[in-house]
Nanobody, 123 residues
């Protein structure tokens, strides 16, 4: 069983930066693919970025060039560096993991989810 715990959310001004972290509990954490999702009240959860076991990455069009997903296998930690944040990036951010070599931005692809961390960007 893999447990995920996000941290690093907060409130920033338009144009600011935040780095989210997601700590994975299992010693086999490097065998999973990972992703970041976000959700606002009344809307479906949307994929933001993902990374597979080969370190190949994919991004939603809305964040490409501003967000960077990465992982530190030695620390079993996933990151999401968010730069040039905009008010429309305001959401609850979740990390997710799948027992797969590849990654996806589809929610149904993932078996494990964290509890989320709130990001608020004010104008």
């Amino acid at each position: 069983q893999l447990h995920l715990a996000e941290s690093g959310g907060g409130s920033v001004q338009d144009g600011g930066s935040l780095r989210l972290s997601c700590a994975a509990s299992a010693y086999t954490a490097s065998s999973y693919s990972y992703a970041w999702f976000r959700q606002t009240p009344g809307n479906e959860r949307e994929g933001v970025a993902c990374i597979d076991i080969y370190a190949h990455t994919a991004y939603a069009t809305s964040v490409k060039g501003r967000f960077t997903i990465s992982q530190d296998n030695a620390k079993n930690t996933l990151y999401l560096q968010m730069n040039n944040l905009k008010p429309e990036d305001t959401a609850m951010y979740y990390c997710a993991a799948a027992v797969s070599s590849w990654c996806s931005l589809w929610t149904s692809f993932y078996n494990y989810w964290g509890q989320g961390t709130q990001v608020t960007v004010s104008s």
